[in-house]
C-alpha cells in the first residue's frame, strides 16, 4: 500500500511533468527557441528538421506569408497539380527574406515561362541534406521535372557538439517531445546573459562539411536522375562586402574580418589560428581561436568557413555528374550593393537570378553553364503570370 508521503511525491513528480511538458509545448508551439524571427512560421519535423507550418499566415522574415495546409506557399497551392512543374528547394536566399514571395526568384521565373509552374519550397535554415530530404518527401507528390538546388550558407553554420549535426538522429530529436526540456532549455539559454567563458572554435564543426555536403548533393543528383528529374545547381555567394577579407585569407585580411566583428567573424578567427598555429605561433592561436559568444539555434552558429569549399564542391559534383550550373556568383561577388545583409539580396538580384535561371533551362543539353556579367538589369522581363 502507498503511503502519503509516496503519494505526494508521486503528485509532485507528475505536476512536474506536465508542467514541464506544458512549457515545452508553448515553447514549440511559438518557435521562441529558435534565432529565425516569427518562429511562428514554423514546426519540427522528425525527418526534415523543420518546415514551414500549414495554415500559416502572418510576417515572417520582413514580409507577408501564407502557407495552404501542405506548407506550401499559398500562391503556390493551385499549381501543385500543373503537368509540368519546377521545384526549388533552397534556404532563406530561395525562400527570399525580407522580399515579398511575388518578388523571389522563383515566383519571377514563374511569370516568365508561363508553360511551366514553379514552386517554391525554399525554407530558411535549410541546409543540403534537408534539401535531399525535402526532394524526398515532395517529389513523389508535386512529380516535378526540373528541380532548382540552392544551398551552401546553413551547411557551414556551427554546431555545439557531433550529435547536432545535420541527419536523421539529429532530425528526429528536434521533433520528439522527450526530453521535454530540450526547447525549453534552448529558450531559457537565449534569455540568459552570455556565458563569461569564450567558445573555442577549434572544438566546433558545421552542421554538413564539405564531405557531407558532397555526399547530399551526390544522392540529391542520383534521387532526381532515378526520378526522372533534371537537377540545376543554383550557386549563390555570401556579401562580398562583408567576406572579402575571410576569403582573401591572408593575416591581415583575417584581422579585419575579425575586427569587422560580423557574421563572418568566427570563420575569420578560425583560419586566422588555423595560420598562426602552422606557423608554430601556438599562443597567438590560441587567443585568436576564440569567439566572445555563442549563438544557440536550430539552424546553427555562424558559419565557420568561407563559401569557396562548397562551391567548388558543387562545381565538381556538377561536371562529375553533368549537372546544369547556373552560377550567380558572379553576379553577386560585382554588385554587394544588391544585398540586404550578409547572404540575402533584394529584388534586383532576384529578377537577374530567374532569368539566368530561364536562360539555363533553354539549353538543350543536359550539361551546360549559365553565368551574367556586371549588368544590374535582369535578362528579360516577366511574360505574365500563370
Not at 273 to 290: Q, T
Amino acid at each position: 500500500m502507498i503511503g502519503p508521503r509516496a503519494r505526494a511525491t508521486a503528485i509532485g513528480i507528475v505536476i512536474a511533468v506536465v508542467l514541464l511538458a506544458t512549457a515545452e509545448g508553448v515553447v514549440r508551439w511559438l518557435g521562441v527557441a529558435d534565432d529565425t524571427g516569427s518562429e511562428s512560421w514554423l514546426v519540427f519535423d522528425g525527418e526534415l528538421g523543420w518546415r514551414r507550418r500549414p495554415g500559416f499566415e502572418g510576417v515572417a522574415f520582413g514580409s507577408h506569408r501564407r502557407f495552404d495546409a501542405e506548407g506550401l506557399h499559398a500562391i503556390d497551392t493551385r499549381q501543385a497539380d500543373s503537368p509540368r512543374k519546377i521545384l526549388v528547394l533552397g534556404d532563406s536566399r530561395a525562400f527570399a527574406n525580407e522580399v515579398d514571395a511575388e518578388e523571389s526568384f522563383a515566383e519571377v521565373l514563374d511569370r516568365e515561362l508561363p508553360e511551366w509552374s514553379v514552386i517554391n519550397l525554399g525554407t530558411p535554415g535549410y541546409s543540403a541534406v534537408q534539401g535531399l530530404a525535402s526532394l524526398e518527401r515532395f517529389a513523389p507528390r508535386l512529380e516535378p521535372e526540373v528541380v532548382v538546388l540552392a544551398f551552401g550558407f546553413n551547411d557551414r553554420r556551427y554546431v555545439l557538439s557531433p550529435d547536432q549535426r545535420d541527419g536523421a538522429d539529429h532530425f528526429r530529436r528536434l521533433a520528439s517531445p522527450w526530453p521535454p526540456s530540450l526547447h525549453l532549455v534552448r529558450w531559457l539559454r537565449s534569455r540568459a546573459t552570455p556565458a563569461a567563458a569564450p567558445l573555442d572554435l577549434r572544438s566546433v564543426e558545421p552542421r554538413v562539411d564539405p564531405a557531407g555536403y558532397r555526399r547530399a548533393l551526390e544522392e540529391t543528383v542520383e534521387r532526381s536522375r532515378r526520378w526522372g528529374i533534371r537537377p540545376i545547381f543554383l550557386l549563390l555567394s555570401d556579401n562580398p562586402a562583408q567576406s572579402a577579407d575571410l576569403e582573401a585569407g591572408d593575416e591581415e585580411a583575417l584581422e579585419r574580418a575579425i575586427a569587422s566583428d560580423n557574421v563572418f567573424s568566427d570563420a575569420a578567427r578560425l583560419a586566422l589560428a588555423s595560420l598562426l598555429s602552422a606557423r608554430g605561433r601556438h599562443a597567438e592561436a590560441d587567443r585568436v581561436g576564440s569567439s566572445p559568444g555563442r549563438l544557440v539555434s536550430s539552424s546553427g552558429g555562424y558559419p565557420l568557413l568561407p563559401d569557396t569549399p562548397y562551391l567548388e564542391i558543387a562545381r565538381d559534383v556538377a561536371g562529375r555528374y553533368g549537372v546544369t550550373v547556373v552560377d550567380a556568383t558572379i553576379f553577386l561577388d560585382a554588385h554587394p550593393e544588391v544585398f540586404l545583409d550578409f547572404c540575402h539580396f533584394g529584388p534586383v538580384a532576384h529578377r537577374t537570378i530567374a532569368g539566368l535561371i530561364h536562360d539555363a533551362l533553354q539549353q538543350k543539353g543536359a550539361a551546360s553553364s549559365s553565368s551574367v556579367p556586371g549588368s544590374l538589369e535582369a535578362p528579360r522581363g516577366g511574360n505574365g503570370s500563370q
